[in-house]
């Protein structure tokens, strides 16, 4: 079954329209729920004012005063309010200050449009600078939501010695995770058996994390608290922490009103207020001998982490990991801070800070080949890590790597040496169309950064069913990524049965255990490799206690499920992560086994840039990577091709354009993700390679083809037109006219 | 979506008798409905003002397309699929094919009108230039009775017309092309398709003795209104392609251009852009 291209589980009922998403979900009279917001970006709340024309009497509204429990959204760090009360602060535009709900959805919108906020404004942060010059203080004693450093050796006598130091300075922009579903979630909260019962539906990717939340925000125990994860328009990290808000928020209208709301953003608001990629500056400095070998590295890698910590520790984390890249280098300095400012809290969006860190250095290879006179496929060449090789943290490369082959099969799949050759006699012509090709070598830790997978301990468990079917228990959810395919063909697999035979079970706090959050490359990785466990469990259990004798068809197992049922009531059995003795972490010094395995990849692209106008297209794109054994081909060249769509959209058209700490082209009209028309062709190859640790030898992909397209693009374009300062992402037409200008005028 | 329906008032009325009696009846206050395509994106995030809207989207008067030896005459409901799919457009007016198509979706090409797309008066809407290229004229019908007016004096100011409070867009008649004719349509927009257009030039030229006899040139997106290049025409006029003045021209073009700074676009990037666009357009010209 691994290996296979199975169907799509859930594809039928998404095709004929009768998935049942958060909104779709039928709940006779429920009300319809909004958030009011404050609109300025630092202030303190002075009063709240409800204007004429209003029946207010028929209006459900919340406020900061009325929570039962914690006002503090749970997190890695809690300080987040749901609400902001009368006389606290308010740390950024779209701050939520009031809840409220009606039977009539429109009537509700038009209320909040009467609602006036009394705000005293105070100055405000609104970009990294300003962050790092306390101008204002704004969060803690300086401003960091997180500081990390990893040391390697010292390269401080190294910048005197050395033959050449080169130094160079990245900027990448915030993005919008654009599923097509935005945020959603339905509550009813009501006592049953005389205790309150809190239950949230909704489109999330970590249950419970959602369930945690509403825990704290309620103070109740976890019986009372329920989570349920409906089918889901797409997430991409978007759907990771922001559920955790809006889910108590609408559970909280449910709780006061007695009726269930729902609370379903549109556009406007999913792109105003949730949370996006982090804005990113990376200052590199790196030495290298006369022959470029690469001698020393020192990365200042800043991201601009918004009013809130959220999850910019963790993201910093795996930037900050990711700075240094495949390239071996004995000494290493990488100094990470995420700075506060008076923005809507950025958060997780496939790649998690490594998509920033590897844009700096894919790109300075570049540059730095320019500047040493030397080739950048010789280069990276030298420079690549080998099995034995030490990485930034310590962490000591144990697999037989080979990332010179996986870079000679991209450049060959594009026709790199022809391209380059060719453009290089067609470009000094008169017409406006230049040509360019660029790559970019990177790689993607899997799973959780350092002590993550041991903090969650996640399990998943198989059920047997009453039919003789099998039900896969995990709290992992499908966001159209392929989650119950790939889940069913590991646990046939491991039972030797047809795949149609194992399905996934709702996804539901109060009947799946805590698999951990459906994020990080590690569902099919870690989550499966746990499910491949409890699935030999189930069969062995099966055996032992008489149901089943080996060798079975798979008419004898189901009969043998459907009578151990029979006789037992309920079968289940369960598997939990345990750390592989080999892997050691140590959260302090940020020294050791940064992720389990990483997988590795080469991206190729070739653009053709209109002098005209500034548009670039990408005329062509190769995707080579190594991600251990393929699960299933169609869903995994899916996510390759997705992640390369939303990587080529980074990196030349997507911004996120604020304005007094307000994204002001929060609608598709302009923020302008790339249609089928402004992508190239996708050549996705895998060169599979098995990792012991994941299911029969899994690795993640989820992430991965984030992280190359922007590099490998901006690469090309300097090909195309030359030494350009390409430093930039989005590299949008006005950018490039800007940049190009700066050459011709000197 | 965040307008509140109770607050909107449309009526529909069954003939342009009618609509035209409403209008005259009270003056300024009914708002024309068509396709809706530009309407609805204002209603659904709560930007649209309340007020009485006349849906004119089955007038049947206001429908269909007339051929004669000179011209085409496109009723008000034209939509743009239909100015796609029709063969005397692409025969006459190559570039209004090519500015249908550059459209919006084909959702809102099958919905949207030619004259909405005229009287929204949006600086970026993408027929306009085609129609200034091409010397369209306006008919505007009134209780008063028919009146018909050069497209290129309709647009007066940003969302200023030429069109009095009870006065309808009845038809829009382009007269056809003579001679040898040049065309040359190209809409620069945030990307390849969907898009809203961040510089637009539409060009029709007759050639005549190897010289330009005739030209009309539109823009989008770089002044309050669509607008024509009549200084860059000027200093185009008359001139043989093998020595066309291409730097005079392009430096002729900034002045029939206020672009300004947008979510979009920055106004340089708009100024740059549509000269070049100018300079590949002279290009061809002279290759044609």
């Known amino acids: 079954m691994i290996g296979a291209s199975s169907i799509r589980k859930e594809g039928r009922a998404k095709v004929l329209g009768t998935a049942i998403y958060t909104d779709d979900k039928f709940m006779p009279g429920a009300l319809h729920g909004l958030t009011v917001r404050s609109e300025v970006p630092r202030g303190i709340l002075r009063a709240i004012h409800f204007g004429e024309g209003i029946p207010w009497e028929e209006f459900t509204c919340v406020t900061a005063e009325d929570i039962p429990g914690t006002n503090l959204v749970a997190s890695v ?174 559970a909280l209208l449910a709780w006061k009103s007695g009726k269930p709301v729902r609370l379903i953003y549109d556009r406007e608001e999913d792109l105003a207020c949730t949370t996006k990629r982090h804005p990113s500056r990376t200052r590199l400095r790196t030495a290298f001998d006369a022959e470029g070998n690469l001698l020393a590295l020192e990365a200042d890698f800043i991201l601009d982490g918004g009013a809130y910590a959220t999850l910019s520790p963790v993201v910093l984390s795996r930037g900050a990991v990711h700075a240094a890249s495949v390239y071996r280098c004995p000494h290493v300095r990488i100094h990470a801070r995420a700075v506060a400012t008076n923005t809507p809290p950025p958060g997780a969006f496939r790649g998690f800070g490594a998509p920033q860190s590897l844009f700096a250095m894919e790109r300075h290879m570049d540059v730095c080949a320019r500047k040493l006179g030397l080739d950048a496929v010789e280069l990276r060449r030298k420079n690549f890590l080998h099995m034995g090789d030490t990485m930034a943290t310590g962490q000591v490369i144990r697999e037989d790597l080979d990332l010179a082959g996986l870079m000679d ?113 590690r569902s099919t990785m870690m989550v499966g490799r746990i499910l491949e466990d409890a699935a030999i469990g189930f069969k062995l259990a099966l055996v032992q206690q008489g149901f089943l004798v080996e060798p079975y068809t798979p008419e004898s197992f189901q009969a043998a499920v459907v009578k151990a049922v029979a006789t037992l009531g309920t079968l289940r059995c369960y598997g939990q992560y345990h750390r592989p003795p080999n892997i050691q972490w140590d959260d302090v010094t940020y020294q050791g086994d940064a992720y389990p395995t990483y997988s590795w990849a080469c991206y190729a692209a070739e653009v053709a840039v209109d002098l005209d106008t500034f548009e670039v297209k990408v005329a062509d794109f190769v995707a080579v990577q190594e991600v251990g054994r393929v699960v299933n081909p169609t869903l995994a060249a899916g996510q390759i091709e997705g992640g390369v769509a939303q990587g080529i959209g980074w990196g030349l058209w997507e911004e996120v354009t604020m304005q007094r700490g307000r994204m002001i082209n929060n609608q598709m009209t302009n923020y302008i993700i790339p249609t089928s028309v402004d992508l190239p062709r996708i050549q996705v190859v895998f060169l599979e390679n098995a990792h012991a640790g994941g299911p029969g030898g899994a690795k993640g992909i989820g992430e991965l083809p984030m992280d190359g397209p922007a590099p490998a693009v901006v690469n090309a374009l300097e090909n195309a037109l030359g030494a350009l300062r390409l430093d930039e992402v989005p590299m949008t037409p006005d950018r490039l006219l800007e940049r190009c200008e700066e050459v011709s005028h000197g | 979506m965040r307008g509140y329906l109770p607050d909107f008032d449309v009526r529909v009325p069954a003939s342009l008798g009618e609509a035209l009696e409403l209008m005259a009846q009270a003056p300024g206050s009914y708002t024309p409905l068509a396709g809706g395509t530009d309407l609805m994106v204002v209603y659904n995030a709560g930007r649209l003002k309340p007020t009485h809207f006349l849906d004119l989207s089955r007038l049947a008067e206001l429908r269909g397309t007339e051929e004669d030896a000179t011209s085409l005459r496109f009723g008000a409901l034209t939509t743009f699929t239909e100015l796609r799919e029709c063969r005397a457009v692409h025969q006459h007016f190559p570039n209004l094919v090519k500015s249908a198509r550059a459209t919006g979706a084909l959702a809102i090409q099958n919905r949207g009108t030619l004259a909405g797309n005229i009287a929204n008066a949006s600086p970026a809407a993408d027929t306009p230039p085609s129609l200034l290229a091409y010397g369209a004229e306006l008919a505007l019908v009134s209780p008063r009775g028919l009146r018909r007016v050069a497209y290129d004096q309709f647009h007066q100011g940003y969302k200023r017309l030429d069109m009095a409070a009870d006065e309808l867009l009845a038809r829009i008649i382009v007269p056809k092309p003579l001679g040898r004719g040049f065309h040359y349509f190209r809409k620069v927009g945030t990307r390849q398709a969907q898009a809203i257009s961040k510089t637009c030039l539409a060009a029709y030229a007759r050639i005549e003795d190897g010289c330009v006899a005739e030209l009309r040139i539109g823009l989008g997106s770089v002044a309050p209104a669509p607008v024509r290049a009549r200084n860059a025409e000027a200093a185009l006029l008359g001139k043989p392609l093998a020595s066309l003045p291409v730097a005079a021209a392009r430096e002729a073009l900034l002045a029939d251009m206020s672009p300004i700074d947008d979510i979009r676009a920055t106004a340089h990037y708009r100024s740059v852009v549509t000269r070049n666009l100018l300079g590949q357009m002279l290009r061809e010209l002279a290759n044609a």
């Open chain 1, 409 to 521: 099969q991209a450049l060959a799949a594009i026709g790199y040496r022809d391209k380059r050759a060719a453009f290089a006699l067609t470009n000094p012509g008169d017409g406006p169309i230049k040509r360019g090709v660029g790559f970019s070598v990177f790689m993607h830790g899997c799973g959780f950064t350092g002590n993550g997978e041991s903090h969650v301990a996640s399990v998943a468990g198989v059920e047997g069913l009453a039919d003789g079917t099998v039900a896969v228990l995990a709290a992992s959810t499908e966001m159209g990524q392929g989650k119950n395919t790939v889940f069913a063909q590991i646990v046939a697999e491991a039972l030797q049965l047809p795949v149609e035979l194992v399905d996934t079970a709702p996804v539901d706090t109060d009947h799946v255990p805590n698999s951990g959050p459906t994020v990080a490359s």
């Open chain 1, 77 to 250: 760090v809690d300080d987040q309010p749901f609400l902001i009360g009368i006389g606290e602060e308010i740390t950024h535009s779209q701050q939520a200050v009031l809840l409220l709900a009606h039977p009539d959805k429109f009537l509700v919108e038009k209320a909040r449009r009467a609602v006036r906020l009394e705000i005293e404004e105070l100055p405000a942060v609104l970009d990294i600078q300003s962050s790092l010059d306390l101008q204002p203080l704004i969060y803690g004693t300086n401003n960091l939501l997180k500081e990390i450093r990893i040391a390697k050796g010292d390269p401080d006598p190294i910048w005197a010695q050395a033959a050449h130091v080169i130094e160079g300075e990245y900027r990448t922009g915030a993005q919008e995770q654009m599923y097509i579903e935005p945020n959603a979630m339905l509550s009813v909260v009501e006592p049953r058996d005389g205790l309150l019962q809190v239950t949230v539906w909704g489109s999330l990717q970590c249950p419970y994390y959602v369930h945690g939340a509403l825990r704290q925000l309620f103070g109740l125990p976890e019986k009372q608290v329920r989570v349920v994860a409906m089918e889901m328009g797409g997430a991409f990290g978007g759907k990771e922490d922001y559920p955790s808000v809006n889910g108590g928020h609408a």
